[in-house]
């Protein structure tokens, strides 16, 4: 049976929607192709039709991703940036995996991915720096930058850290806590 173009392209946006969260939740090699398009609602068959490869679903779900969170981010302005440190550092961020962080986690599998998702991966954390960079106390630029790649990079090790822990929910919060205290936004 023939989809239409638009039923085909609503077909391609919940494969994406799907693999970003499930690429998030299991990496990209924890589920396989079978899975994703069933949890897209469609057969393997379908594939193929929409992507060049897993690959290249895993760049563009990646880019999705990485789209989300630059979006998150845009709309914390709303907020002070402590507040929103502090939501970034929550239990319930470190808890819901599929929904959260693509930095956090896709960083493993985009370091042993081809060129395509390292490509997306290095974009999409250029922009969130940007984003985060706009936001920061500093005088200068530069310095602005600096204080986005830092905090960038605190916030991240420590989401991943504290959800490496499982467990053990004391050294969870101890990392997040100390994470959240070294930010000039955070304590």
């Known amino acids: 049976m023939k989809v239409s173009r638009a039923q085909a392209e609503e077909n391609r946006e919940r494969i994406l929607d799907n693999a970003a969260q499930l690429f998030r939740e299991r990496g990209f090699?924890?589920?396989g192709l079978n899975d994703l398009m069933q949890a897209?609602?469609?057969?393997?068959g379908?594939?193929?039709g929409h992507f060049?490869?897993?690959?290249?679903?895993?760049a563009q779900a990646t880019r999705r991703a990485l789209q989300a969170n630059r979006e998150q981010w845009k709309t914390?302005?709303?907020?002070?940036?402590?507040?929103?440190v502090k939501a970034y550092l929550s239990d319930a961020h470190?808890?819901?995996i599929g929904a959260g962080c693509g930095l956090v986690a896709l960083a493993g599998d985009a370091a042993r991915g081809g060129p395509a998702v390292r490509e997306v991966f290095?974009?999409?954390v250029a922009n969130l720096v940007a984003t985060l960079q706009e936001q920061m106390p500093a005088d200068s630029a530069p310095e602005q930058r600096e204080q986005a790649?830092?905090?960038?990079?605190t916030l991240v090790g420590a989401l991943l850290l504290s959800r490496a822990v499982g467990g053990d929910t004391a050294l969870s919060s101890e990392l997040r806590e100390a994470a959240r205290k070294s930010l000039p936004a955070g304590g």
């Open 29 to 31: 090699d924890g589920i």
């Open 40 to 44: 897209a609602g469609l057969t393997r």
């Open 46 to 48: 379908g594939f193929y």
């Open 52 to 58: 060049e490869s897993k690959d290249d679903l895993a």
């Open 76 to 84: 914390q302005s709303d907020r002070s940036l402590q507040a929103w």
């Open 94 to 96: 470190r808890d819901h």
């Open 122 to 124: 290095a974009e999409g």
């Open 149 to 153: 790649l830092a905090m960038l990079s």
